[in-house]
């Protein structure tokens, strides 16, 4: 089975820029039935055109409905289905059976993918699910490499598997999370998670009150909830030995400068294993390129757990880190020694800035030594966010580059 890059699109821009960076597939949803209602997400008319966009560039269109359904959410769901189904999406992806018998009867052209949410964890469930005719299960992010290989090995071999390989994991099985919804009453499980666990806590022993009790031994809390975040592009290889044909990048609620970065990663280290399958060794500038954008330091969370233990945790800070800074988006082709620009953060004359594209003007760099505004007044700075410039350059740029500069 061909091996696919899907990317998450929590708005337009975002689905764009993943498919411009290389994405076969992107998910998306509709703004009711899916788990992130904070993402931006698609009106009716919107998930038309986004499902229309991805068609015509020969890429992929999943929707999620995986909310952990209750009574009333079934109301509005037929309707809804129907919607999609005429759409052509090309794949549902629900974790409520209840929503998946739904499914069957009134999106009966459309693929059903289990979501993560469904805690796939074994070959038995993974077979039941493949007899009630799901198409594709996304697993649980708790499986060691040797259990995908058991489960792969269980089902019909043509069930795909999908898993993810980048980006945040939540503390708890697979996202069944109920912090959120204890400590703000909004609920996690129906889109509206507030990451509770990335916040700083203490304890207190409950005989003494007001008493704070340390746990790591400085002044800054300590982040026990606090996950790393899951990196595999050195592994892809043996997740696809393993049985996996679909790799997933989390970040639906991330900048399309995020989304731009681990899709450009991934879609290039994708395309040297295609080539390289049995002697798969990821280049360190891909390994680099993942430091760029914002991230908690990385994990390969459960997938060796087999064989080695590692900590997931992040317990010295919340905070995501990165080494580069998203400066500006290419609107026009370069032509004639000239581009056309967006500022998205303030750069000056002198500065040096790098190029992340899908094509070779990757890593290549400008320096900024002359910029004009569209009515060709000269500037020693861009410090008006999405000002239209142009910049001085050869670099042949495409629109939908990105310029960043190290921070």
């Known amino acids: ?34 788990l992130r209602a904070f993402a931006g997400n698609f009106e009716r008319e919107e998930i038309a055109e986004a499902v229309d966009f991805c068609h ?38 629900i974790s409520d059976i209840g929503i998946m018998q739904f499914a069957k009867k009134y999106a009966p052209d459309t693929d059903i993918h289990v979501s993560t949410q469904a805690n796939v964890t074994n070959k038995y ?15 649980a992010r708790e499986l060691s490499l040797t259990e995908i290989k058991e489960i792969r090995d269980y089902i019909p071999q043509d069930i795909e598997l999908e898993a993810f390989v980048h980006g945040a994991m939540c503390i708890s099985y697979s996202g069944r999370c109920l912090l959120s919804n204890y400590l703000s009453g909004r609920s996690s499980n129906n889109g509206a998670c507030i990451q509770a666990c990335r916040w700083k806590y203490t304890i207190n022993e409950v005989s003494r009150k007001n008493q704070e009790l340390p746990i790591e031994e400085d002044d800054r809390g300590t982040y026990i909830l606090n996950s790393k975040d899951l990196n595999m592009i050195k592994y892809i290889d043996q997740l696809a030995k393993a049985g996996v044909t679909s790799f997933k ?49 990385y994990t390969t969370g459960f997938n060796f757990k087999d064989k080695q233990k590692e900590e997931s945790e992040y317990l010295e800070t919340s905070m995501p880190v990165q080494t580069h800074e998203f400066m500006a988006i290419v609107t026009q082709n370069q032509k004639d020694g000239e581009v056309e620009i967006e500022q998205r953060n303030k750069f000056v004359i002198g500065d040096t800035l790098e190029v992340l594209s899908p094509n070779d003007t990757f890593n290549k760099q400008i320096k900024v030594k002359k910029m004009v505004d569209l009515n060709g007044e000269e500037l020693t700075e861009a410090k008006l966010v999405q000002q239209k410039l142009i910049l001085k350059t050869d670099l042949p740029l495409k629109a939908g580059d990105v310029l960043r500069k190290k921070i």
């Open 56 to 93: 015509k560039h020969n890429v992929k269109a999943y929707i999620t409905v995986n909310i952990v359904a209750h009574n009333r959410d079934f109301e509005a769901l037929p309707e809804y289905l129907q919607y999609l189904n005429s759409l052509k999406v090309d794949g549902l992806i």
């Open 125 to 139: 469930t993974a077979k039941l699910l493949c007899d009630l005719g799901v198409k594709r299960i996304v697993l």
């Open 1 to 34: 089975m061909k091996l696919e890059v899907l990317s998450p699109a929590g708005n337009m821009e975002k689905l764009k820029t993943a498919v411009y960076f290389g994405a076969d597939a992107v998910y998306f949803a509709g703004k009711s039935f899916g």
């Open 249 to 297: 990048l989390e970040g639906r609620m991330k900048s399309p400068y995020y989304v731009a970065t681990i899709t450009n990663a991934y879609r290039r280290a994708v395309d040297i294993l295609n080539k390289n399958f049995d002697n798969y060794t990821c280049p360190d500038v891909l390994i680099e390129e993942l430091e760029k954008t914002s991230h908690r330091r």
